[in-house]
């Protein structure tokens, strides 16, 4: 239910939609059309508050729409009025005109005051009230009559008053009187015909003794008939039109929409676009980005988004202009990196010459070492070398014993011959460990 309610309100906008194009190419009347159609759907979908808007909205274009002198005394908001509820109101409307009509027939205005009679006859005639039409044309044809007579200056002094033409009640009265007075004599049934006349030349002459008013009703009643089939004619060819409107209209709706969709989705794939190189510049792979951005453009481009065409331009110039801050930025850190690594170099070149220059030295001094020192430490090292080789295999309980006589012989070595504290540290770390191991 909901979703028919959105689709009716959705219909309604795009018809408010299409006034407002209408309103700016100022043909109000096709606006007030659209506007009326949204405000059918509106009461469709209960939405009386949006109805009681649209009526507002439809007044206040009435009043730009041009109105002619002979409806000069009907205010658009009558009109509008008329129109939303037409079924209600037009026998309301008809009495109202025949009111101001009456008042402007008294105070002379006759050819405003016939054009309101016509519009009157018009209401009646769509409310097939063919009694109020008669006499309406019966008061059209007497001001006539009334307005030739002024204007020969001949006022027929058993004419009836204008005051009188213009009451309904009056006419009525008339109408009967005249009916009574002026009615075929009834055939005398005494005297014999010498000569039999043609039906045809009885129906003539009968016409003819019928009074004005009743020859004018029939020829108007003839004319009505003729105008009827004119009026249903113009009414399916109007039909027709405003359902051919509709669909062009409905079609316009569905190619918009097919627009829109189109549109969507050339946006998204922009858009996606411009995610995907978000992500490479991430990554500082400028060139994708670049190559992504130009195909992001092209699209806005083609949608006539320069606006943002603009932008994207201006994100272009700045990622090159982030390429050549990174590159540089690479440059710089290679070069500290190179002399970071030659500066380490020299560090590394001047250890292992001091280490050599220290081991050159050991080996000068060992030399000057009296023989038994020499031997001891010779068998201090041949002996490490097996504690290692046994903490490979893992023999961990050998290696412990073989750690334990180096260190012996290391302390047993006088320190004014050879210094051996650095070994004694190193070989006590080992005996430590091997222990933790076991």
Not at 139 to 164: F, M
Not at 253 to 282: C, F, G, S, V, W
């Amino acid at each position: 239910m909901d979703e028919i309610k959105n689709e009716l309100i959705t219909k309604a906008e795009e018809f408010e939609k299409l006034s407002k194009i209408e309103v700016k190419r100022q043909n109000y009347e096709e606006a007030v059309s659209l506007l009326f159609q949204a405000k059918e759907i509106y009461e469709e979908a209960g939405l009386t508050g949006q109805v009681s808007i649209l009526i507002k909205k439809i007044a206040n274009l009435k009043k730009l729409i041009p109105v002619s002198p002979a409806r000069a005394d009907i205010s658009s908001e009558e009109k509008i009025k008329l129109e939303v509820n037409p079924k209600e109101n037009l026998e309301e409307k008809g009495i109202e005109l025949l009111g101001k009509a009456y008042e402007l027939a008294l105070n002379g205005e006759l050819d405003i005051a016939i054009d309101l009679y016509n519009e009157a006859y018009n209401l009646y005639k769509k409310l097939n009230h063919d009694y109020e039409c008669k006499q309406i044309l019966w008061q059209i044809n007497e001001i006539k009559e009334h307005q030739r007579w002024k204007q020969a200056g001949k006022i027929d002094v058993t004419s009836i008053p204008l005051k009188d033409i213009v009451s309904l009640s009056q006419a009525e009265k008339r109408r009967r009187k005249i009916q009574e007075t002026l009615s075929p004599l009834k055939e005398k049934t005494n005297i014999p015909h010498k000569k039999e006349i043609p039906e045809a030349a009885i129906s003539e002459k009968s016409e003819l003794k019928k009074p004005k008013l009743f020859r004018q009703i029939q020829e108007q009643e003839k004319q009505e008939q003729l105008q009827k089939s004119k009026e249903e004619q113009i009414r399916r060819e109007v039909q027709d039109i405003r359902l051919q409107k509709i669909r062009e209209k409905q079609e316009k709706l569905r190619a918009l929409q097919q627009q829109k969709n189109t549109e969507q989705e050339l946006i998204n794939q922009a858009n996606n676009y411009l995610d995907q190189a978000n992500k490479n510049l991430k990554k500082k792979t400028y060139d994708e980005a670049k190559e992504l951005y130009l195909q992001s453009i092209k699209i806005f481009a083609n949608l006539g988004w320069n606006n943002q065409v603009r932008t994207l331009k201006q994100e272009l110039r700045n990622i090159e202009i982030y390429k050549k801050e990174d590159a540089r930025k690479d440059f710089l850190e290679q070069q500290k990196k190179i002399q970071s690594e030659q500066k380490f170099e020299k560090r590394v070149s001047a250890v292992l010459n001091e280490k050599e220059r220290f081991l050159e030295k050991a080996k000068a001094d060992k030399a000057l070492l009296p023989p038994e020192i020499k031997l001891k430490l010779e068998k201090a090292e041949f002996t490490k070398e097996k504690a290692e080789k046994e903490e490979k295999i893992p023999n961990l309980e050998r290696a412990l014993a073989r750690y334990q006589y180096v260190l012996e012989l290391y302390k047993s070595i006088p320190t004014e011959f050879h210094d051996t504290s650095e070994e004694i540290i190193t070989i006590q770390k080992k005996i430590s460990e091997l222990k933790e191991k076991m």
